[in-house]
T-cell receptor, first 111, second 112 residues
Framework: SQKIEQNSEALNIQEGKTATLTCNYT??????LQWYRQDPGRGPVFLLL?????KEKRKERLKVTFDTTLKQSLFHITASQPADSATYLC??????????FGDGTTLTVKP | DVKVTQSSRYLVKRTGEKVFLECVQD?????MFWYRQDPGLGLRLIYF???????EKGDIPEGYSVSREKKERFSLILESASTNQTSMYLC???????????FGSGTRLTVV
């Protein structure tokens, strides 16, 4: 069956360090992979989209990699700040026009 | 600032009531989606729409229906609300396939 797994429910790091979040999938052939940020009680906010033929994408302190052989995406936040504390969701789109979301990883950046 | 607006932030309804959740986007997006989000279950797709008067079932359509009479508006209908439909409901839109989603702030529905 199709499955999306995000590495852990919670990740705690120190301010200034790089946070690395993992999204693994099985039995999908995604055309796109997206990352979102969600704060408590709010809707997710779109961060980055990477296509199947792209290896890496960057936006300011954010970097996403996409390895279709390993069936994995890594999401990095460099020079992390307490304001980066949130839940981060990955989502896959298989060209069916709809995205399936992972359960999310809650990141806490300690000052 | 572009946005997706959901009509209610919090809603309490009684079992058996017919419930309407409204969603409006001002971005001229083609695609619109309804998800529900529950602890431990993540975001699950209920219905989506690629165009006016068009709808597709998502992963959990049972007990729900939708309406898209105008491009900017996508309504979710709970035909006869039940307690297991207590959840956070999130509406989203996207320009078209291959673009990120813009989500609304969500409607927290409680069915008593």
């Amino acid at each position: 069956s199709q499955k999306i797994e995000q590495n852990s429910e919670a990740l705690n790091i120190q301010e200034g360090k790089t946070a690395t979040l993992t999204c693994n999938y099985t039995n999908y052939s995604p055309a796109y992979l997206q990352w979102y940020r969600q704060d408590p009680g709010r809707g997710p906010v779109f961060l980055l989209l990477i296509r199947e033929n792209e290896k890496e994408k960057r936006k300011e302190r954010l970097k996403v990699t996409f390895d279709t052989t390993l069936k994995q995406s890594l999401f990095h936040i460099t020079a992390s700040q307490p304001a980066d504390s949130a839940t981060y969701l990955c989502a896959l789109d298989t060209n069916a026009g709809k995205s399936t979301f992972g359960d999310g990883t809650t990141l806490t950046v300690k000052p | 600032d572009v946005k997706v607006t959901q009509s209610s932030r919090y809603l309490v309804k009684r079992t058996g009531e017919k419930v309407f959740l409204e969603c409006v986007q001002d971005m001229d997006h083609e695609n619109m989606f309804w998800y529900r989000q529950d602890p431990g279950l993540g975001l699950r797709l209920i219905y989506f729409s690629y165009d006016v008067k068009m709808k597709e079932k998502g992963d959990i359509p049972e007990g729900y229906s939708v309406s898209r009479e105008k491009k900017e508006r996508f309504s979710l209908i709970l035909e006869s609300a039940s307690t297991n439909q207590t959840s956070m409901y999130l509406c989203a839109s996207s320009f078209r396939q291959g673009y990120g989603y813009t989500f609304g702030s969500g409607t927290r529905l409680t069915v008593v």
